[in-house]
């Protein structure tokens, strides 16, 4: 039997990575049901970052882990302090307060928010593409959110929608500065997760969150810690180094959130609602229309 050539090689880490984050909602929703978002936030970042500095040291680059610490705290700190601090403590909220069904879908609007903030921060112009992925993707998110009844404009959640929406900005936020980000990729997320550990940490004894803990939450969390925020990392990146077609690879985060759907109703008990079909459908239209544009940009 042959070797798989290394895009085949590319699209099986792809699908493991996808695979492993539609797991996700499900899992925030169980987890969610007896952590409070910071306290799921505290054990997910640490599992993650043992996992990564055992990674590191597998890899023998312990030594260029430190050394890089010492040299670039600050930015470690700073990109740290936006993710996985603040973009899963807001995102969290998010679950914490809508059916995980709605918060994953309007969380996936994060690409369109990414075009938009790229006009200001990189100095990037907008398609009349991206308006229109923008305008499918956004009414997508209405229709979600008002559970279909767009005419009242009625929410059935307002701070728990703003709660995701927030959290397209942070996401989005972050990755047009860590463009900027001269660390190996590796070694910049470990470090990103070492230093936000602190930050939870103090978060999470200011509000009180450090005293009582209900067990039942602990696998979900470890769970999250090590294949949504750790493993899943290692399998896209092997697959985008892999891979000559990255867009071939990226495509296959479609299939996420329509996975994500079927675990949350046959694992989290969660009735999947219409509203939530149909607006996923036009936030994915609105995600296709714009890789679309993206390929043909390139392409000329």
């Known amino acids: ?24 909602a499900t899992a925030f929703s169980l987890s ?63 679950y914490n307060t809508l059916p995980a069904q709605e918060a994953q879908a309007i969380n996936y609007t994060w690409a369109i928010m990414l075009s938009f903030m790229a006009v200001p921060i990189l100095k990037q112009r907008l398609k009349p593409a991206d308006y229109l992925a923008a305008g499918a993707c956004y009414f997508g998110v209405l229709y979600i959110s008002t559970r279909g009844q767009i005419g009242s404009l009625e929410f059935s959640n307002a701070s728990g929608v703003a709660f995701a929406l927030f959290s397209t900005i942070i996401w989005a936020l972050y990755w ?43 696998w979900g969390a470890i769970y999250i810690g090590l294949f949504e925020m750790g493993l899943s990392f290692v399998l896209w990146n ?27 109703s046959q694992f989290a008990g969660e009735p999947i609602l219409n509203s939530t079909i149909i607006g996923l459908a036009c936030i994915l239209v609105g995600l296709f229309v714009q890789n679309v544009a993206k390929k043909t940009k390139q392409s000329t």
């Open 32 to 94: 969610l049901r007896h952590f409070s978002p910071t306290q799921l936030l505290l054990v997910a970042n640490l599992i993650s970052l043992l996992f990564l500095v055992s990674l590191i040291m597998y890899k023998g680059e312990i030594k260029s882990l430190m050394t890089i610490a010492k040299q670039t705290w600050k930015s470690s700190l700073f990109f740290g302090a936006i993710n996985p601090f603040l973009y899963y403590l807001i995102l969290l909220q998010a």
């Open 238 to 264: 092997k697959a985008m180094k892999l891979t000559t077609n990255a867009s071939q690879v990226a495509n296959l985060i479609f299939l996420s959130p329509l996975l994500s759907i079927i675990w949350l």
């Open 176 to 218: 047009l500065l860590n463009t900027k980000d001269n660390r190996p990729s590796l070694i910049g997320i470990t470090l990103n997760f070492a230093f936000a550990l602190p930050l939870i940490l103090i978060f999470a004894g200011i509000t009180g969150e450090l005293t009582q803990w209900d067990n039942n939450g602990l």
């Open 1 to 24: 039997m042959s070797k798989l050539s290394n895009n085949s090689q590319a699209m099986l880490f792809g699908l493991g990575a996808v695979l492993l984050w539609s797991t996700v």
